[in-house]
């Protein structure tokens, strides 16, 4: 099993920026792609962005959101730079097991983006 911890959300303005953070533990070298989704209320969850052997992002936060991973802290990272309104949502971590092909999920942690 995985364990995911995500910090880091909070309240901003628009054009502002947040680092969310996500820590794994547990069974870590089951891993191997890592990323972020984000369910706004009334819709569903989807990929941000993801890091395994390449990065994906979402077209919607392509040159605003960075995804970064240290492997030796465990840890994935999303830069968020110039958010927008719709940006606001609760955001999850999500960690892919290699053998199983299971999905591990954090928490959520909720973003705000005022207008």
Not at 47 to 63: F, I, P, Q
Request: charged letters at 20%.
């Amino acid at each position: 099993q995985v364990q995911l911890v995500e910090s880091g959300g909070g309240l901003v303005q628009a054009g502002g920026s947040l680092r969310l953070s996500c820590i794994a533990s547990g069974r870590i070298f089951r891993i191997d792609v890592m990323g972020w989704y984000r369910q706004a209320p009334g819709k569903q969850r989807e990929l941000v962005a993801s890091r395994g052997g390449s990065t994906n992002y979402a077209d919607s936060v392509k040159g605003r959101f960075t995804i970064s991973r240290d492997n030796a802290k465990s840890t994935v990272y999303l830069q968020m730079n110039s958010l927008k309104p719709e940006d606001t949502a609760v955001y999850y971590c999500n960690a892919h097991d290699r053998f199983s092909g299971d999905d591990y999920w954090g928490q959520g942690t909720q973003v705000t983006v005022s207008s």
